[in-house]
């Protein structure tokens, strides 16, 4: 019913930035809270950062002054704004949604993109 679309991966060098995107399209009524995780190989899933319908925002210590979440409502797009890119940032980047599909429903459904390689290499 929801699909999540990333894209904006790709291949930098050290110090470099990148700006991922992932859009959601399907039956929406609000996305609750939109995510980045990232995997890297031989490494588990972790969450980069997030952003809630109220514009809060968290973020993994690792990349924290580094990145930027934000989202557009209107869009159904979230966007991480990756700058100083850092070699251990290289990863399969993931887009994740909390989706309330309509106005009554008293259920949220979690939703993932297929991923976007980062590569951050000299």
């Known amino acids: 019913q929801v699909q999540l679309v990333e894209s904006g991966g790709g291949l930098v060098q050290p110090g470099g930035s990148l700006r991922l995107s992932c859009a959601a399209s399907g039956t929406i009524f609000i996305i609750l809270v939109m995510a980045w995780y990232r995997q890297a190989p031989g490494n588990q899933r972790e969450l980069v950062a997030t952003?809630?319908?109220?514009?809060?925002?968290n973020y993994a210590d690792s990349v924290k002054g580094r990145f930027t979440i934000s989202r557009d409502d209107a869009k159904n797009t979230v966007y991480l704004q990756m700058n100083s890119l850092k070699p251990e940032d290289t990863a399969v980047y993931y887009c994740?949604?909390?989706?309330?599909?309509?106005?009554?429903?008293?259920?949220?459904?979690?939703?993932w993109g297929q991923g976007t390689q980062v590569t951050v290499s000299s």
């Open positions: 952003i809630r319908s109220g514009s809060g925002t």
């Open positions: 994740n949604a909390d989706v309330k599909l309509y106005r009554n429903s008293a259920f949220w459904y979690d939703y």
